[in-house]
């Protein structure tokens, strides 16, 4: 879902979309970006995606996103990661 190729978060070998890279760092000037935690939809759902699962599930080492900047650390990471980064 990071990388869905729709045009939404990472797309087209952008690098990694600059407000995630900002927020991973907790630049919290991201509210110049389209994008950010009250209108990123994403974020929204792994947000109560993570708490459910973590609450819900019964496994352990679960990531639980409860931030914006966890949110963009995790997107970061996986593209990196996909990407050989």
């Known amino acids: 879902m990071v990388e869905s190729g729709t045009g939404e978060g990472f797309h087209n070998r952008d690098m990694g979309h600059g407000v995630y890279r ?47 900047q966890e949110f963009c650390q995790f997107a970061v990471e996986s593209y990196d990661k996909r990407h050989g980064r």
């Open 22 to 68: 900002a927020g991973a760092r907790g630049d919290t000037a991201t509210a110049s970006y389209a994008d950010d935690e009250t209108r990123n939809d994403l974020y929204k759902m792994m947000k109560e995606l993570s708490y459910y699962l973590c609450e819900h599930s019964g496994y352990e080492g679960l990531r639980r996103i409860q931030s914006w």
